[in-house]
C-alpha cells in the first residue's frame, strides 16, 4: 500500500515563504508522477503544480507560476513544494499526489494515491 504523508503547513502572513515536504512510502516512488493539488472551502480542488517521474517537465497552474517551485528527491522518496511571496487567496488544504503513469498531470482523476494534506493559512 502506497502512503502519502504531507508536512510542512502553518501559518504565514502574506509575503512570506513556507515549503511543503510529502513523503511517500514503498520502493517505486521514482517511477510516479507528483502533484500538488489545494482546496478552500467551499471551492472545488485546484492544481497546483506537477512533475514527472524524473523530476522534470514542471508544469504549474497559473495561479502560482513564478511564486512556487516544485521538486523531488527520489533518493528520499520526497516532493517538495517550495511556496513564496504568499498570498491570502493561497489559504487551502494542500494535498500531494501519486500516480503511477509517471507522468505530471494537470487533472485529480490521473492520479492513483493521495495524501491527507496539510493546512496553509495566509494572513494579510
Known amino acids: 500500500q502506497v502512503q502519502l504523508v504531507e508536512s510542512g503547513g502553518g501559518l504565514v502572513q502574506a509575503g512570506g515563504s513556507l515549503r511543503l515536504s510529502c513523503a511517500v512510502s514503498?520502493?517505486?516512488?521514482?517511477?510516479?508522477?507528483m502533484g500538488w493539488f489545494r482546496q478552500a472551502p467551499g471551492k472545488e480542488r485546484e492544481f497546483v503544480a506537477a512533475?514527472?517521474?524524473?523530476?522534470?517537465?514542471?508544469t504549474y497552474g497559473d495561479s502560482v507560476k513564478g511564486r512556487f517551485t516544485i521538486s523531488r528527491d527520489n533518493a528520499k522518496n520526497t516532493v517538495y513544494l517550495q511556496m513564496n511571496s504568499l498570498k491570502p487567496e493561497d489559504t487551502a488544504v494542500y494535498h500531494c499526489?501519486?500516480?503511477?503513469?509517471?507522468?505530471?498531470?494537470?487533472?485529480?482523476?490521473?492520479?492513483?494515491?493521495w495524501g491527507q494534506g496539510t493546512q496553509v493559512t495566509v494572513s494579510s
Open positions: 499526489a501519486a500516480g503511477v503513469s509517471g507522468l505530471g498531470y494537470l487533472k485529480p482523476l490521473e492520479y492513483d494515491y
Open positions: 514503498g520502493r517505486t516512488f521514482s517511477s510516479y508522477g
Open positions: 512533475i514527472n517521474w524524473r523530476g522534470g517537465s514542471p
